[in-house]
């Protein structure tokens, strides 16, 4: 059953449409992103959500209520910036209170909760600490943990990782996914990261220019993009048109439409039924990690392909590479 419900939501600025009459709904309980490239629209929807902008058309539900109408703070909606946007004058402790303050509970009921979300954020023995005697990623807590002591219905989370460096930014997801798990907390995220959305996701929604492009589970948008705009924006798919897929398998058999892609850790260097054996040669190689990336040339048409690494191979020797590739993970997109 839907517990947050957004109906043909409609936003402008200056004459320009940013939201596009968009519909979601999302379960109680759920870890939704909305993804997209910078513009796309995510952060103006996150923030009608929230009411900090009001939309054009359509109504927002939130457990049955219909709040378009209801102001921020009588919403029950809880908010994390990429800012931080912490008080520099208060303590981490006070930082956290604050909302409760707001809300006129008892000293002892604030007392409580304060320790059971800075324990639950992993902040325990900063409580008298200021924000400038913080990390980053400790700052980001405290903001986490604002929002978190309130017991919002909806935590919204706008780019709350995109300033930190790569290793706390991972770290920070895992915390981030546990404690929504713990407290079975109703989150949207918003992020430009397709990384971060895959890894901390139950369901994802892909937006362009104020349209939903594709929605659905990590597994299901990344294996089955359903455009270009998606397949080029997820992972490092190989977009071909028909002409250059035709010369690459030198077979035109069945390929009908104008777009395909192709997953670069779909080739393999073992022989597959049902399949295509493709001989490129070689223009580049690129160490990731453990993961070795091939740029490959085959009758004129230039794709990717990803192998894990093999310590004993020296691949910088070979001009040529043989790889095989199943039929059904050739891709037609819309």
Do not use: W
Not at 50 to 66: F, Q, S, Y
Not at 305 to 333: F, G, P, W
């Amino acid at each position: 059953m839907s517990f947050l419900t957004i109906e043909k939501i409609k936003k402008s600025f200056n004459n320009e449409t940013v939201l596009h009459h968009l519909n979601l709904s999302i379960k109680e309980g759920e870890f939704v992103t909305l993804l997209g490239p910078s513009g796309c629209g995510k952060s103006t929807l996150l923030r009608t959500i929230a009411g900090l902008i009001h939309p054009d058309e359509g109504t927002i539900h939130i457990d049955g209520k219909n709040v378009t109408e209801v102001k921020p703070k009588d919403r029950q909606v809880g908010m994390v910036f990429q800012s931080y946007a912490l008080f520099p004058n208060m303590t981490v402790q006070e930082n956290i209170e604050f909302g409760l303050k707001m809300k006129k509970l008892d000293k002892e009921s604030i007392k409580q909760n304060v320790a059971r979300v800075i324990e639950l954020v992993e902040l325990t023995g900063k409580e008298r600490s200021y924000p400038r005697e913080l990390s980053g990623g400790q700052q980001q807590r405290v903001a986490l943990a604002r929002s978190l002591v309130t017991q919002p219905k909806v935590l919204l989370l706008d780019e709350p990782l995109s300033a930190l460096d790569a290793q706390i930014r991972k770290n920070l997801q895992k915390q981030l996914r546990s404690i929504q798990q713990e407290l079975n907390m109703t989150t949207i995220l918003v992020t430009h990261d397709q990384e971060e959305a895959m890894a901390v996701s139950d369901y994802i929604y892909i937006m362009n220019k104020g349209h939903i492009a594709q929605s659905g589970s990590p597994h299901e948008i990344y294996t089955r993009p359903a455009s270009e705009f998606v397949a080029r924006f997820i992972g490092n798919y190989n977009v071909l048109s028909r002409k250059e897929i035709s010369n690459l398998f030198n077979d035109d058999n069945g390929y009908t439409r104008d777009i395909y892609a192709i997953r670069p850790e779909a080739f393999s260097e073992a022989p597959v039924k049902d399949g295509y054996e493709i001989t490129g040669k070689i223009q580049k190689m690129t160490m990731l990690g453990n993961i070795t990336r091939y740029e490959l040339e085959v009758n004129n048409v230039c794709f990717i392909a990803d192998h894990l690494h093999k310590i004993e191979e020296d691949s910088q020797k070979r001009e040529t590479i043989t790889l095989y590739l199943n039929r059904k993970d050739v891709i037609s997109l819309t």
